[in-house]
């Protein structure tokens, strides 16, 4: 089993900053790809980032380009979002994923990203 805990979420100004890290535990010895959905109330699952985990590699969903970063820590089994230039509309709860190989997606529990106007 795979247990993700997301960290790093809380209230902030909009055009202010926050990271979001996402901790690995378990069987995590076959990593693909770690990334991040959000939910805001009301709407569904919206893809935010991802990245390979042996090359590093990032995605961006359009809406968060040239405002968020995704990086990951290989040696701590951790991945982190750093979040820039917040508006009120990324607000939402965010979520962690990781990908095996060869097996379904676990998620984490979430955390709650508010940004005030």
């Known amino acids: 089993q795979v247990q993700l805990v997301e960290s790093g979420g809380g209230l902030v100004q909009a055009g202010g900053s926050l990271r979001l890290s996402c901790a690995a535990s378990?069987?995590?010895?076959?990593?693909?790809?770690m990334g991040w959905f959000r939910q805001a109330p009301g709407k569904g699952r919206e893809f935010v980032a991802s990245?390979?985990?042996?090359?590093?590699?990032?995605t961006y969903a359009d809406s968060v380009k040239g405002r968020f970063a995704i990086s990951r820590d290989s040696a701590k089994n951790t991945m982190y979002l750093q979040m820039n230039s917040l508006k009120p509309e990324d607000t939402a709860v965010y979520y962690c994923?990781?990908?095996?190989?060869?097996?379904?997606?676990?998620w984490g529990q979430g955390t709650q990203v508010t940004v005030s106007s």
């Open positions: 994923y990781e990908d095996q190989y060869g097996t379904s997606r676990y």
């Open positions: 378990g069987r995590t010895f076959n990593i693909y790809e």
């Open positions: 990245i390979t985990w042996s090359a590093g590699s990032p």
